[in-house]
């Protein structure tokens, strides 16, 4: 019998065997989420107004601060973005992320409520809404409203809710560990 080794498969294949073993692995989310940006919008992001430019700006400005660990400086630039246009869910979302990261959930909790009401549960930041609240719910163990986050975004086309939605089921996992052992033999 041939043994088929990792550098025989297609890329195709490999993601798919990556997808098996690592369900809930992000890597690779930047791909997913440009594939369902592609047909989420945000009604609330009126190109025409400059408030709206304005909010957008600061908060790829917040995006960049956080991305080289400065927090603090991320939050006070996300409030000026939200100041400006108080009717955008993405800030609070976004700033949301941060409250996570300095281990305010509860803050978090809050900003990513306040995205779901603005966004209505829909558009793109309704969508990145649901899965960080999922996230939070399931990492405190309220599985039961995880579960409806996850749904609720995987509707709207969320890949990486849809992964944690298997992550989540007993029976997917038992046949994950399985093939595991299988495919170690």
Do not use: W
């Amino acid at each position: 019998m041939n043994s088929l080794s990792k550098d025989s498969l297609s890329e195709r294949d490999r993601q798919v065997l990556e997808s098996i073993f690592n369900p809930s692995q992000i890597g690779g989310e930047e791909y997913l989420l440009q594939d369902e940006e592609k047909h989420l919008e945000d009604p609330q992001d009126d190109d025409a107004d400059p408030r709206v430019k304005e909010s957008q700006r600061l908060e790829i400005e917040a995006i960049a601060l956080t991305d080289a660990g400065k927090l603090n400086e991320a939050l006070e630039v996300f409030g000026k973005s939200i100041e400006i246009a108080s009717h955008r869910p993405s800030g609070y979302n976004n700033r949301a992320q941060v409250y996570c990261l300095l281990g305010k959930e509860n803050d978090a909790l809050q900003d990513i409520e306040r995205a779901l009401e603005l966004s209505n549960r829909a558009g793109r930041t309704g969508c990145r809404a649901l899965c960080q609240r999922g996230i939070l719910r399931r990492k405190s163990n309220q599985i039961d409203g995880a579960r409806e986050d996850f749904e609720a975004a995987a509707r709207l086309g969320s890949h990486f809710a849809r992964t944690q939605l298997i992550e989540m089921n007993p029976y997917a996992a038992l046949c994950n560990q399985m093939l595991r052992e299988v495919v170690k033999m």
